[in-house]
């Protein structure tokens, strides 16, 4: 077992299609549509903003990313847009993740979050799932200004533990960040709940796993 796990926050640890779950009476039959777009748009800003030399914080992309799924999918009512951003202040955290932090402190492991998340974000996150007790590290790409997945943004992990890349399990749902990771040095492992297809496959995660449950056993195969 690796001594040191960190965990990306947002689709990892946190569902982000919780908050239109909390309104999809209100939101109607493209709730689901709209919140992948709301995703999809919030992901693609940070690339592209990263890629053009800018830096806007998370908070305010998550903003303009839905106020862009609102204009997309008009049968969405504007008047949840304040609920929808509350409620994305305080995700759903997946229902496997607190017992599966548990374990894994239990066993002497040292636990962080390392998210493109703004600080405010994240500890709003963080406090509303109970895990503030189980984390060493709350890590946010903001103290740097940039986004993943920038190899300076996973030196924040070893720079805060003082360990090699090697010695870091990092844990990703998004094959993107893991792709990232793995070019950093830490052995990767994929949460691909959805069952979704690779990619990046010169770029291969260490573990391909169906849960975060199955950390506890580092399945193979998942």
Do not use: C
Not at 28 to 53: D, N, P, V
Not at 91 to 110: C, M
Not at 129 to 134: D, E, V
Request: charged content about 20%; glycine content about 6%; overall charge negative.
């Amino acid at each position: 077992m690796l001594s040191t796990y960190v965990f990306d926050a947002y689709g990892t640890l946190f569902d982000v299609h919780a908050a239109i779950e909390r309104y999809r009476g209100a939101a109607g039959i493209e709730a689901e549509s709209f919140s992948q777009i709301w995703r999809m748009k919030q992901l693609e800003y940070t690339w592209t903003l990263t890629l053009a030399g800018h830096y806007v914080d998370f908070w305010t992309l998550t903003e303009r990313a839905l106020d862009f799924a609102l204009a997309r999918v008009p049968s969405i009512d504007r008047s949840l847009r304040a609920d929808l951003l509350e409620a994305y202040l305080r995700l759903d955290a997946f229902p496997e993740v607190r017992a599966t932090l548990a374990e894994l402190k239990a066993r002497g492991a040292r636990l962080a979050i390392l998210s493109n998340g703004s600080p405010d974000m994240l500890a709003s996150a963080v406090e509303a799932a109970g895990l503030t007790s189980l984390l060493d590290a709350v890590l946010s790409v903001d103290a740097l200004r940039t986004y993943k997945p920038r190899a300076e943004v996973y030196a924040l992990a070893t720079t805060h533990f003082g360990v090699e890349p090697q010695d870091v399990a990092f844990v990703s749902s998004n094959r993107w960040d893991i792709m990232g990771a793995a070019t950093f040095g830490f052995r990767t492992f994929w949460i691909n709940r959805s069952q979704m297809p690779d990619e990046y496959g010169p770029f291969p995660p260490s573990r391909r796993l169906t849960g975060l449950a199955r950390l506890l056993t580092q399945d193979r195969t998942g």
